[in-house]
């Protein structure tokens, strides 16, 4: 038996997660149910997004790291990028959290 919480109720955790933070968070793809990757493109006020993703660490853990940046000067291949990774990947869920301080929030998050 797998020990891994379903997607669902992980993208639920996040999403209140940021909101007691005082952020705001949404879901922008629905993935699968109880298996599905969860990518955040995390900002604050709107400003240069973050694509947030689990990967695995020397000690076995998956934290959630900063695999992507967006670059202010082409927005459009951020989204690209996003659109291209749920197209490879239907499963995938997509969740935008627009929070003060980033660097914290990825912090707390669960691994």
């Given amino acids: 038996m797998s020990t891994r919480l379903p997607a669902h109720l992980e993208v639920a955790s996040?999403?209140?997660?940021?909101?007691?933070e005082g952020g705001i968070a949404t879901v922008l793809a629905k993935g699968e149910r109880d298996a599905g990757t969860i990518?955040?493109?995390?900002?604050h006020r709107g400003g240069e997004a973050r694509l947030l993703e689990r990967m695995p660490q020397l000690d076995g853990s998956r934290a959630f790291v900063v695999t992507r940046t967006q670059d202010i000067e082409k927005p459009k291949e951020?989204?690209?990028?996003?659109?291209?990774?749920r197209?490879?990947?239907t499963d995938t869920w997509i969740?935008?959290?627009d929070i003060d301080r980033v660097e914290r929030f990825v912090a707390m998050l669960p691994q």
Avoid: G, H, S
């Fill in 95 to 97: 969740i935008e959290a």
């Fill in 39 to 43: 990518l955040i493109v995390a900002m």
């Fill in 14 to 20: 996040l999403i209140r997660l940021v909101q007691n």
């Fill in 87 to 89: 197209r490879q990947d």
């Fill in 78 to 85: 951020f989204d690209e990028y996003l659109d291209r990774r």
